[in-house]
């Protein structure tokens, strides 16, 4: 219950628009990683929250 979304390296999320590149840290409650956009060719970082912290979070879409 309230674990880590599994992400792996290469790992394409947000039906193909970015790419997992590197783990940029992580905390109490989520892990930040660099990503790789593939429609605006640029690096963003991304934030995963736990599952716990989630339930409070409101989704925002990238």
Known sequence: EGGYH???????VKD???TIIHKLGHGGFATVWLA????????VA???????AS????????
């Open 36 to 43: 790789q956009d593939m429609i605006e060719k640029r690096y």
């Open 6 to 12: 599994p992400i792996l390296l290469n790992d394409v």
């Open 55 to 62: 339930e409070d979070a409101m989704n925002v879409d990238i």
């Open 46 to 52: 991304i934030k995963i929250l736990m599952a716990v």
């Open 16 to 18: 193909g628009q970015y």
